[in-house]
């Protein structure tokens, strides 16, 4: 029976990314194109960084943004979106939880990390940043699902924005996922 997916924000808006972070303009369009064919509901989670730091905000590795204060801001937010997966757990619904690897907040199996990073701000491109990890957010999400006692829905992080993306690969992933079920 088709599910519904609890998706990045980015995935439905790129523009909420860091200067040079979109990898398409607007809709991750292999995402919707896949759960469409699948029949799955859409579920739009908020943007945590957008909303802490805004459009203008800094690149930034796990270590800088991970704060008190920004935990308690993903918390709070974490909260909103368990208490949704909670509805549809407890009513039957398959649901899943799509990231973005690599990402600080919304990492799923890889994250960023840099224990060193500080200061002027300066990260040439191939840095080797990327670290098995998931991020902030994904954190806070499971916490807040295990706080619950519902088990952490089956997930996945759209691969974008690794050097070894492979949109084939991340199709058959994603279907994989729906049918994990
Ligand atoms: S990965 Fe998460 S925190 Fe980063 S831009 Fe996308 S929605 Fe925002």
């Known amino acids: 029976m088709p599910g519904v997916a609890f998706v990045a924000h980015c995935l439905l808006n790129q523009n909420s990314k860091t200067h040079g972070g979109a990898r398409c303009p607007g809709v991750y369009s ?3 194109e896949e759960l469409r064919a699948a029949g799955w509901r859409l579920e739009q989670m908020p943007c945590p960084e957008l909303a ?3 459009l203008h905000r800094f690149w930034a590795v796990k270590e800088q ?9 993903c918390r709070r937010i974490a909260a ?3 208490g949704a997966i909670d509805v549809h ?3 039957g619904d398959d649901v899943i939880l799509v990231g973005i690897e690599g990402s600080p907040s919304m990492g799923v199996h890889i994250t960023s990390s840099d224990p060193e990073r500080g200061g002027r701000p300066e990260w040439p491109d191939g840095s080797g940043e990327l670290s098995p990890g998931s991020g902030i957010f994904m954190e806070e999400i499971v916490a807040e699902l295990a706080a619950r006692g519902i088990e952490a ?4 992080g759209i691969s974008h924005q690794l050097p070894d993306h492979d949109p084939a690969v991340e199709r058959a992933k994603l279907r ?3 049918g994990a079920r």
């Open 80 to 82: 909103a979106v368990a």
């Open 176 to 178: 994989e996922l729906m």
């Open 52 to 54: 802490f730091t805004g």
């Open 153 to 156: 829905p089956h997930a996945m």
């Open 30 to 32: 292999p995402l919707v």
């Open 89 to 91: 757990v407890r009513r």
């Open 65 to 73: 943004l991970d704060t008190s204060a920004y935990r308690r801001h």
